[in-house]
């Protein structure tokens, strides 16, 4: 089977000192978002080769993979998975984003969301309804809230502002650093390409935004810039 190929590969490249070390990075000790979570210390360029090599992996083999406590076999995964969706058809790439949908709650930590949500998510609903993005955005579930201001950047990069701008109001208030981080990443994503859109933001919210948000959204700021965002505070 596929996935016990892939689940050996992985193994075979596993590092004890990076397990620990990205154990750590990603907050996996009690009451941690990453709580939980096993790594063998495999780089993400490695787990790339491997999911490269593993192509024809079938859903039931990548639903195996999602299932396990290990973050580089969900990793694994979801970069097989991402391969499939650049090579499928209309109606298979439905499919996949279906099946994408039903695993967030395997797809549970930062690097997983961020690598997948928009070349696969994002990407689909660029030709799609993207009201699922909204109904993402008031889950109480952070990875599906997360899932749903990553997405856009898809969207961004074809110069389309509005859900991000949506989705962030959505997020305004919402109560954990990692979606405050997010949203301020693609606050400034669309800065990157339409300045005048994001300011027109920041003049509306930066009075209510979290100091987390607001500093990576003016991150790229000239000085000046950042301290009056900063002082409205």
Avoid at 57 to 75: D, F, G, P, W
Wanted: one cysteine or more.
């Amino acid at each position: 089977m596929i996935r016990s190929k892939i689940e050996k590969e992985l193994r075979a490249l596993a590092n004890p000192q990076k397990a620990s070390d990205l154990a750590r990075f990603f907050n996996t000790g009690p009451g941690q978002y990453g709580a939980g979570d096993v790594f063998w210390g495999v780089m993400v360029p490695q787990q790339r080769a491997v999911a490269k090599n593993n192509i024809p992996a079938t859903l039931i083999e990548l639903q195996a993979l999602l299932n396990s406590k290990v973050h580089e076999c969900r990793l694994t995964a979801l970069l097989v998975l991402i391969l499939k969706y650049e090579r499928a058809s209309s109606v298979e790439r439905r499919n996949l984003v279906d099946f994408y949908l039903k695993n967030t709650n395997n797809i549970n930590n930062w690097d997983l969301v961020d690598l997948s949500a928009p070349r696969i998510l994002g990407n689909y609903l660029l030709n799609h309804d993207r009201k699922v993005l909204v109904k993402l955005a008031r889950s109480k579930n952070l990875w599906e809230r997360r899932i749903a201001i990553i997405s856009t950047l898809a969207f961004i990069k074809q110069d389309q502002f509005e859900d991000t701008v949506k989705i962030a109001t959505i997020l305004l208030c919402d109560s954990h650093d990692l979606i405050h981080k997010a949203v301020g990443w693609m606050l400034r994503e669309v800065g990157k390409q339409d300045v005048k859109t994001e300011l027109e933001f920041l003049e509306k919210y930066a009075v209510r935004m979290p100091r987390t948000m607001l500093r990576y959204a003016i991150e790229k700021f000239p000085e000046n810039k950042r301290k009056k965002f900063l002082n409205k505070k």
